[in-house]
DNA sequence: TATGAATGAGAATTCATTCAT
DNA sequence: TATGAATGAATTCTCATTCAT
C-alpha cells in the first residue's frame, strides 16, 4: 500500500477510536512505521487529514445515493429498499460515522460535511416519499417533516451502532417494519 | 452565585460551543472572572468539570423519568406524553446534550453517562410500551428492538435538534405522528 | 529584575550575537533561567519579543532627537554636537543597532522601524542644515540629497562599529572634521 | 544556462529578497524546477551556496578594483572616479549586497567575506589619498581615519541604496560633491 | 547526474496543573 | 479561599539532508 493510504488508513481508525484530537502525530507515524515528518510530505497539515476522510465518505454516500437512485422503482419495496440500504452503508462505514459524529460539533470542516451529508439524505426521502405517495403505495403524509423523522430515525440508528454495537443483531429489521408500519397503508 | 457554579456555567457554555478540548482553562477562568488557580480549588481537575456536568444532566434525566413514569396512566395519551415529555427535555437541556453527543466518544465518563441514558431510556420504553401492549393501547409488536427503535429515533431528533436547529419548527409533532401510526392500531 | 526585563534583556544580547533566526526559545529560555512556557506568559510570541525591542529603541531615538532639539542653538557647534551625538547614540545602543541591522531586510517590524528612524533622521537633517544655512555658518549646498548623504555617512558609521569595532578610537573625530570640511566655509 | 549556475542564480535572487533563512532548499528546487536531491549533486550544503554568491562578490569586487587602479591616474577626477565607480559597483550588484548586508551578522562566511571586502576598500582608498595627497591634489588630511570615514560612506549609501530605493535618483552625485568640498582645496 | 520519498532533529507554541504568597 | 506566575511535557510543524533507484 501507498504510504499514503497507510496513513490515512491508520488515521481512520484511530480517530474513530480515540477522536481528532486525541490522535497526535507523533502516535500516528509510530503506528504507521513512518517519521512524523513523512506525514507532512502527503498532507498539508493534521486536519488536512481529517479533511480527506471526510471527502472520502462525503463521495461514498453519494456514490451510494446513485446507486440507489438508479434501482428504484416505486413499487412496495422501495421503501425498505432503501432503508436498509442505509442502514448497511452505515454498517460500512463504522469508522467514518463514527469520525464523523464525534467531530462534527467541533471542527468546521466535519460539520460541513455532516450538514452536506443530512441535507441530501433529506432530499432523497422527500423524493423519494412524494413519488411514493403519487403512485398510492404510501400514505398520504406531510412530505417534508417526515422525511425530517426518517433522517432522525436512521441517524439514531447510526448512532446506536457506533456507540452501543451490542444491540445490533435484532433490531434493524424491526427498525424497517417500524416505519413501514407507520407508511404503508393496510398493514 | 457561588464560585463553584459559576465556573460550572461557563464551563457548560464554552464546552457545547467550542468542544471540551476548545475549552482551556485560561479561557474559562478569564470569562468566568476568577484566576486559573481557583479552578483547581472547586475541582481536582478540568475532567472533573465535565463529569459533573454530565452527572447533573444525568441526575436531571432520572428526574424527568420519575415524573413521567408518575404521571403514566396507560390511557391513550401515553406514548405522545413520553414522546413530547422527551422531545421537550431534549429542548431544555440543549448544551448539555451537545456536550455529551460531541464528547461520548472521546472521554470514556461521557461514554459512561450516554450509555446509562441510553438504557434507561430503553428500559423505560420498554416498560411503557409492554403495559400499553397489555392494554392493548398499542399494537402487538416485538417490544425489546422497538424500544431500540424509539430510542434510536429520539436521539436522531435531538442531533437534528442539536447541530440543524433551523428545522426544529415543524418537526417535533409530526415525529410523534409518525410514531401514532406505527404503533397505534386502527389510525 | 521583573521577569519579563530579563527576558528582553537576554534576548537583546542573544539576538545581536547570533541573530533572530538564531536565537531559539529553548535556548532563550535556558540562559534566561526559566522555563520555555514561562516565555509565553510575556509575550505573545517570538517575534513580539523583537518588536519590543525595536519599539524601545524607536523610543531612545525619538528621546535623543528631542534633546537635541532643545540643545540646538545654530551657533558653529551645531553640527559636531548633531554628529558626536549621533555616533554617541550608537556607541550607547550597539546591541539594539546590532539588532536592526542584522534584521531588517528580513522581518517586517524590523524593517519598518528602521526606516522610521532612517526618515526621522533624514527630517530632523534636513531641518538643522536649512536654519543653519539660512545663519550663514554653513555653504550653500542642496539641502535634500546633502541631508540623505549625511545619514548615508552616518549609516555606514554605525555599521563599521558593529561590524569592525577596533577601527572605533580614531575614527569618530575625524569622521566629524570630515563633515565639517565639506559644509563649514572657508577651513 | 548548467543546472549549478541556475541554482546559484535563483538562490540569489531568493536570499537577497527573503533571506538566507527563508530561502528554503524545498522552494529553492522548485523554483529552479529540479528536485531537492539534485541541489547536494552541485552543493555540499545549504551554507555551501551563499559561499559561493559571496565569493563571486568577492571576486568581482577584486576585478573592479583592479580596473580602478589601473586607469588611476593621479589628476584631479580620481576621487570622483573611485567614488562613481563605487557607487555603480553597488548599483550593479544590488542583490549579491543585499545577501552580505543582511546575513553578515549572522554566518560567519558572510561576515568574513564583508570584512575582506571592507578591508580591501580601506586599504585601496588609503592607498589612493596617500597618493593623491602627495601630487597636492587633496588636502592634507589624517589619511587612515579619513579613508574609514570614506569606507563609512560608501557602506551608508549602499544600505540605502538597498533598503530605501525611492530616493536614488539625485543622491549619489550630491555625494560626490560632498565629499569633493572636503578634500579637495579651494572648492 | 538526477530523482523524490523519507528522515529526524529541533523549532515555536499550548495548556493543564502547581505552589508560594 | 483566591491569586497568578511559573512550569514542562506534549503537540504540530519545518527543513536540511540522505539514499535507493
Redesign the pocket.
Known sequence: MK?KDRILDIARSMISEIGY?G?????LAKRA??????????F????AILLQILQELDDKYSEFLQTLRSARDGDHGTIERILHGHVRFASDNLADLKIVLSSYALLSPSKQSMTSVIERMHEFFTECMTRSMNMGVIREVDVDPTAKTLVALLLGVMQLKVYWPDMDSDFDPEAVQFVRRSLVPNL
Not at 33 to 42: C, L, N, Q
Not at 44 to 47: G, Q, S, W
Open positions: 504510504t484530537h490522535t497526535t502525530t507523533a502516535a512505521g513512518i517519521s512524523e515528518g513523512t506525514i507532512y510530505r502527503h498539508e497539515n493534521k486536519e
